[in-house]
Nanobody
C-alpha cells in the first residue's frame, strides 16, 4: 500500500514541455513498479508509461514514445513524467499508479492510484 499525489499539471501551448511529479508516502516505494495513465473526456483510462522497481527498464505507449520520459528517485519516494513536444491530443487527467507485483500495463494490475492532475494543451 502506498499513498500517491500528482502535481505539475497545467495549461500549455502545443510544442511546449511540462514535468509531472508523483510523490509517494510510506516506506515501500522502492518495492513497487510504477506507472502513468491518462484519461480524456469520454475515453477510457489508458496506459502512458511504466518503470520497474529500480528504474532499470521503462515502457511507453506508442502515442508518447520519443516525446515523454518516465523516471524515479527512490531516495526521495518520487516519480516523474517529462513531457516534451506536447500535442492537443495529450490533453487529459494524468494519474500516478503503483504495482506491488510484476511490471504491467493494464489498470487492474495497479493497486494504488493518485487523484490525478489536469494537463491541457491548446493548439
Amino acid at each position: 500500500q502506498v499513498h500517491l499525489v500528482e502535481s505539475g499539471g497545467g495549461l500549455v501551448q502545443a510544442g511546449d514541455s511540462l514535468r509531472l511529479t508523483c510523490a509517494a508516502s510510506g516506506r515501500s516505494f522502492s518495492s513497487h513498479h510504477m506507472g502513468w495513465f491518462r484519461q480524456a473526456p469520454g475515453k477510457e483510462r489508458e496506459f502512458v508509461a511504466a518503470i520497474t522497481r529500480t528504474g532499470d527498464n521503462t515502457y511507453y505507449a506508442d502515442s508518447v514514445k520519443g516525446r515523454f520520459t518516465i523516471s524515479r528517485d527512490n531516495t526521495k519516494n518520487t516519480m516523474y513524467l517529462q513531457m516534451n513536444s506536447l500535442k492537443s491530443e495529450d490533453t487529459a487527467v494524468y494519474y500516478c499508479a503503483a504495482n506491488p507485483t510484476n511490471i504491467a500495463f493494464m489498470k487492474a494490475a495497479f493497486s494504488s492510484w493518485g487523484q490525478g492532475t489536469q494537463v491541457t494543451v491548446s493548439s
